[in-house]
């Protein structure tokens, strides 16, 4: 398939049929941006239930790190499930749950022993996460940061702090938990720069939270994004990463780092944290890692995770079939994907960075490897929020068959499979460049 090549008025005649019954049967909470209706997918292209072609720079919100049924990785699916399809892996033992812990622990970024916990989600490997950082210290409270967002189940939603859409209605949320202030380097709390300061922000987290809120004896761990993905696509730079590991270390608190949009080869690394040199005591993982199956993974250092039987457990977690498309994921993320990211991601970033020129909304481009971010603003020196304008640039680029996502308020971002080719990004920066056209004239007529 060839992206794009658009058909018919969107919704086409389908897709508004199909939109229709979802409207009267489904949980009204999901958040749609546009009326997409996926009939099929390959590699960095999607065709609608109209015959509309589009070019994926959304990825299932980051998901198909492989592309949209990669040959491989449904070879791998189809064949476990000829074999079998389930059996609990927490009540019983087969060989590609293992063999997937023993693979996670080669590409791990915690060197030395590791062991990892199976569940389903992103949300489930925050919470098994959570409950093991309090398990191994015997400490409950938590540091989270704002903007950041872990997952919706009432754990992870304590933790999460990006939009209040998430958390209202929905409290008493965990007790014990203290937000700091991130890295937010566009809008540096503190006027600093990132190529020359030390991480001032955490000053707030150093010398204020852990002085005059929560004593550090009591805090089991701080949970961090290395690039922090609903919140806006915002970079942490290294200096962040490593004076957050050396206040953990000053307490004895566990430094856990959310890897669920960043890790699996998205950024160029296999992990994000590795750009920092910092190594975590525990890493939770979903997303990417299983190319669309649903996985989750808290993986911890191995002298941390000596919970005994019936501590933790899902029957879902650690699916076979999940487990197969997981190795075969990682094979391809190894041999070639994650070097595409880098490489390709290099090339988005750079021409998406080159429309700035040309449209002043453009307030910054930021990212790693595939995993990047447009923050558009209504002034570049007020650095005004450009909410309404981002919803409309993030519906101009679908019609034009481009599928990316908002996150945060005003940021768009681009999370396509990594095996998004050079073509196909200049082919995305082109329909980026047509969207952001088409809203800035439809801003002056207004
Ligand atoms: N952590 C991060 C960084 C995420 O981006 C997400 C989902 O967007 C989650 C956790 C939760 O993952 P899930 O939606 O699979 O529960």
Same mark, same amino acid.
């Given at each position: 398939? *060839?992206?794009?090549?658009? !058909?018919?008025?969107?919704?086409?005649?389908?897709?508004?049929?199909?939109?229709?019954?979802?409207?009267?049967?489904?949980?009204?909470?999901?958040?749609?941006?546009?009326?997409?209706?996926?009939?099929?997918?390959? &590699?960095?292209?999607?065709?609608?239930?109209?015959?509309?072609?589009?070019?994926?720079?959304?990825? #299932?919100?980051?998901?198909?790190?492989?592309?949209?049924?990669?040959?491989?990785?449904?070879?791998?699916?189809?064949?476990?499930?000829?074999?079998?399809?389930?059996?609990? #892996?927490?009540?019983?033992?087969?060989? /590609?749950?293992? !063999?997937?812990?023993?693979?996670?622990?080669?590409?791990? /970024?915690?060197?030395?022993? @590791?062991?990892?916990?199976?569940?389903?989600?992103?949300?489930?490997?925050?919470?098994?996460?959570?409950?093991?950082?309090?398990?191994?210290?015997?400490?409950?409270h938590l540091i989270a940061f704002l903007g950041g967002?872990?997952?919706? *189940?009432?754990?992870?939603?304590?933790? *999460?702090a990006?939009?209040? @859409?998430?958390?209202?209605?929905?409290?008493?949320?965990? /007790?014990?938990v203290s937000h700091a202030p991130y890295a937010t380097c566009?809008r540096c709390p503190v006027g600093l !720069?990132?190529?020359?300061c030390s991480a001032e922000c955490l000053d707030v987290l150093e010398h204020q939270i852990l002085v005059q809120l929560v004593?550090p004896?009591?805090v089991?761990?701080i949970i961090v994004?290395?690039?922090?993905?609903?919140? #806006?696509?915002l970079?942490a730079p290294?200096q962040f990463m490593?004076r957050l590991?050396s206040i953990a270390?000053a307490h004895?608190i566990?430094?856990?780092?959310?890897?669920?949009?960043?890790?699996?080869?998205?950024?160029?690394?296999?992990?994000?944290?590795?750009?920092?040199? @910092?190594?975590?005591?525990?890493?939770?993982?979903?997303?990417?890692?299983?190319?669309?199956?649903?996985?989750?993974?808290?993986?911890?250092?191995?002298?941390?995770?000596?919970?005994?039987? #019936?501590?933790?457990?899902?029957?879902? &977690?650690?699916?076979?079939?999940?487990?197969?498309?997981?190795?075969?994921?990682?094979?391809?993320?190894?041999?070639?994907?994650?070097?595409?990211?880098?490489?390709?991601?290099?090339?988005?970033?750079?021409?998406?960075?080159?429309?700035?020129?040309?449209?002043?909304?453009?307030?910054?481009?930021?990212?790693?490897?595939?995993?990047?971010?447009?923050?558009?603003?209504?002034?570049?020196?007020?650095?005004?929020?450009?909410?309404?304008? !981002?919803?409309?640039?993030?519906?101009?680029?679908?019609?034009? &068959?481009?599928?990316?996502? &908002?996150?945060?308020?005003?940021?768009?971002?681009?999370?396509?499979?990594? @095996?998004?080719?050079?073509?196909?990004?200049?082919?995305?920066?082109?329909?980026?460049?047509?969207?952001?056209?088409?809203?800035?004239?439809?801003?002056?007529?207004?």
């Amino acid at each position: 398939m *060839t992206a794009p090549d658009i !058909r018919t008025a969107l919704p086409g005649p389908k897709a508004a049929a199909l939109i229709a019954r979802d409207a009267a049967a489904i949980s009204p909470s999901y958040t749609r941006s546009y009326p997409l209706v996926i009939a099929r997918g390959e &590699g960095s292209t999607v065709e609608d239930v109209d015959g509309n072609v589009f070019l994926d720079c959304a990825a #299932g919100i980051a998901v198909n790190a492989t592309g949209h049924s990669h040959p491989d990785v449904v070879r791998a699916i189809v064949e476990q499930a000829q074999r079998f399809i389930h059996m609990s #892996g927490t009540d019983f033992y087969y060989e /590609p749950q293992v !063999r997937l812990a023993e693979t996670l622990a080669e590409v791990s /970024p915690i060197p030395g022993p @590791v062991r990892t916990f199976f569940g389903n989600s992103g949300t489930e490997a925050i919470e098994a996460c959570i409950k093991l950082a309090r398990y191994a210290t015997g400490r409950n409270h938590l540091i989270a940061f704002l903007g950041g967002f872990h997952g919706r *189940t009432l754990g992870s939603l304590s933790l *999460t702090a990006s939009k209040t @859409v998430q958390r209202r209605g929905f409290g008493p949320l965990l /007790p014990g938990v203290s937000h700091a202030p991130y890295a937010t380097c566009y809008r540096c709390p503190v006027g600093l !720069r990132p190529d020359s300061c030390s991480a001032e922000c955490l000053d707030v987290l150093e010398h204020q939270i852990l002085v005059q809120l929560v004593s550090p004896d009591e805090v089991a761990a701080i949970i961090v994004a290395p690039i922090q993905g609903e919140g #806006g696509y915002l970079v942490a730079p290294d200096q962040f990463m490593r004076r957050l590991r050396s206040i953990a270390d000053a307490h004895g608190i566990l430094l856990v780092v959310d890897e669920v949009q960043s890790g699996m080869g998205r950024t160029g690394r296999m992990f994000a944290v590795e750009y920092s040199e @910092v190594t975590p005591d525990i890493v939770a993982m979903a997303k990417g890692i299983a190319s669309g199956m649903p996985l989750g993974v808290a993986l911890s250092r191995a002298d941390l995770m000596t919970w005994p039987p #019936g501590a933790h457990a899902s029957t879902f &977690g650690g699916n076979p079939i999940a487990c197969a498309a997981a190795l075969e994921t990682i094979r391809l993320l190894k041999e070639q994907l994650i070097r595409n990211a880098e490489i390709v991601g290099a090339r988005l970033k750079e021409g998406l960075a080159s429309l700035a020129s040309k449209h002043p909304m453009i307030g910054d481009v930021r990212g790693r490897g595939l995993m990047v971010g447009v923050e558009l603003v209504r002034d570049r020196t007020t650095k005004e929020r450009a909410i309404e304008e !981002r919803n409309a640039v993030v519906y101009e680029a679908f019609s034009r &068959g481009l599928l990316v996502l &908002g996150a945060g308020k005003n940021t768009v971002r681009f999370c396509p499979p990594l @095996v998004l080719t050079a073509g196909q990004a200049d082919t995305a920066v082109r329909l980026f460049d047509e969207a952001l056209g088409a809203v800035e004239r439809s801003t002056r007529a207004t």
